[in-house]
């Protein structure tokens, strides 16, 4: 079964920082694109950061740019999000992804809370 394992979210001050770590199970990543997504109560699942493997090409949302940073270890098949200068509009339940348009295997969902 292709599972993602998430781990890393929790409490923040605004300011602070987080990384979340996801790996694979029972499965590798191959070529495979990988992202990380996120939804806040009340509102829909967004994307926040996508990385494709075959090239190291990265897109981040407007409102993560230059904060947050996409990697990826090819030889463990995990992959990270390292969220920098954390705000409380950061936060939301975050959810790694193989794929990003469309994710084809999600992760469980992690949660961070930034307080102000």
């Known amino acids: 079964e292709e599972q993602l394992v998430e781990s890393g979210g929790g409490l923040v001050q605004a300011g602070g920082s987080l990384r979340l770590s996801c790996a694979a199970s029972?499965?590798?990543?191959?070529?495979?694109?990988i992202g990380w997504f996120r939804q806040a109560p009340g509102k829909e699942r967004e994307g926040v950061s996508c990385m494709s493997r075959r090239d190291g090409s990265t897109w981040y949302a407007d409102s993560v740019k230059g904060r947050f940073t996409i990697s990826s270890d090819n030889a463990k098949d995990t992959m990270a999000l390292q969220m920098n200068n954390l705000k409380p509009e950061d936060t939301a339940i975050y959810y790694c992804?193989?794929?990003?348009?469309?994710?084809?295997?999600w992760g469980q969902g992690t949660p961070v809370t930034v307080s102000s």
């Open positions: 992804a193989v794929e990003c348009y469309p994710p084809r295997v």
């Open positions: 029972g499965f590798t990543f191959d070529d495979s694109a």
